[in-house]
T-cell receptor, first 113, second 111 residues
Framework: KAGVTQTPRYLIKTRGQQVTLSCSPI?????VSWYQQTPGQGLQFLFE???????NKGNFPGRFSGRQFSNSRSEMNVSTLELGDSALYLC????????????FGPGTRLTVT | QKEVEQNSGPLSVPEGAIASLNCTYS??????FFWYRQYSGKSPELIMS????GDKEDGRFTAQLNKASQYVSLLIRDSQPSDSATYLC???????????FGKGTRLHILP
């Protein structure tokens, strides 16, 4: 099976702009989670989508949003970018049951200048 | 606030020795536990999952779970320089169905 894919891999944006990141899960996986990883804070959970519905949400401001399509592909959007949004954004997919292992994509490295 | 705690390290271990990585979690309802390895600049890679008390072995890796003590560990036998990475402990809390990660332990294998 192909793994989780994310596009783009690298992105440079300016403060105030918005950005959209894309994630395609492993075939058959309907759950997609998004994480932000920074050196100081580690892996921070953003949200999880399952069958096009947001199932869980972390403690991030409303500037961070997401959606999932009928083919399970997911997008994450960040509006009004701030310098502190510079991070590695990781997408992970897993199967239906909550206990199943989660597999990560390669990530998108976002730099905000 | 449900938490997963790990010693940040770095943990330095001589090549060929056993590396022992530890993790504690706060929520007694936790049912599933995972260890990930992350090389610098790369994404986390799943190494082991464990669901029942006791030991689970996979090659040079052994995961140990003690739910009564809310403690999970990862042992790496015959440590190799390629094992040098950050190891993340993750816990799935059934009620929330959310996976929470620790901040990771940096492991350095000394040649």
């Amino acid at each position: 099976k192909a793994g989780v894919t994310q596009t783009p891999r690298y992105l440079i944006k300016t403060r105030g702009q918005q950005v959209t990141l894309s994630c395609s899960p492993i075939s058959g996986h309907r759950s997609v989670s998004w994480y932000q990883q920074t050196p100081g804070q580690g892996l921070q959970f953003l949200f999880e989508y399952f069958s096009e519905t947001q199932r869980n949400k972390g403690n991030f401001p409303g500037r961070f949003s997401g959606r999932q399509f009928s083919n399970s592909r997911s997008e994450m959007n960040v509006s009004t970018l701030e310098l502190g949004d510079s991070a590695l954004y990781l997408c992970a997919s897993r199967g239906d049951r909550g206990a199943e292992e989660q597999y990560f994509g390669p990530g998108t490295r976002l730099t905000v200048t | 606030q449900k938490e997963v705690e790990q010693n940040s390290g770095p943990l330095s271990v001589p090549e060929g020795a056993i590396a022992s990585l530890n993790c504690t979690y706060s929520d007694r309802g936790s049912q599933s536990f995972f260890w990930y390895r992350q090389y610098s600049g790369k994404s986390p890679e799943l190494i082991m999952s464990i669901y029942s008390n006791g030991d689970k072995e996979d090659g040079r890796f052994t995961a140990q779970l003690n739910k009564a003590s809310q403690y999970v560990s990862l042992l790496i036998r015959d440590s190799q320089p390629s094992d040098s990475a950050t190891y993340l402990c993750a816990v799935n809390i059934v009620g929330d169905d959310k996976i929470i990660f620790g901040k990771g332990t940096r492991l350095h294998i000394l040649p």
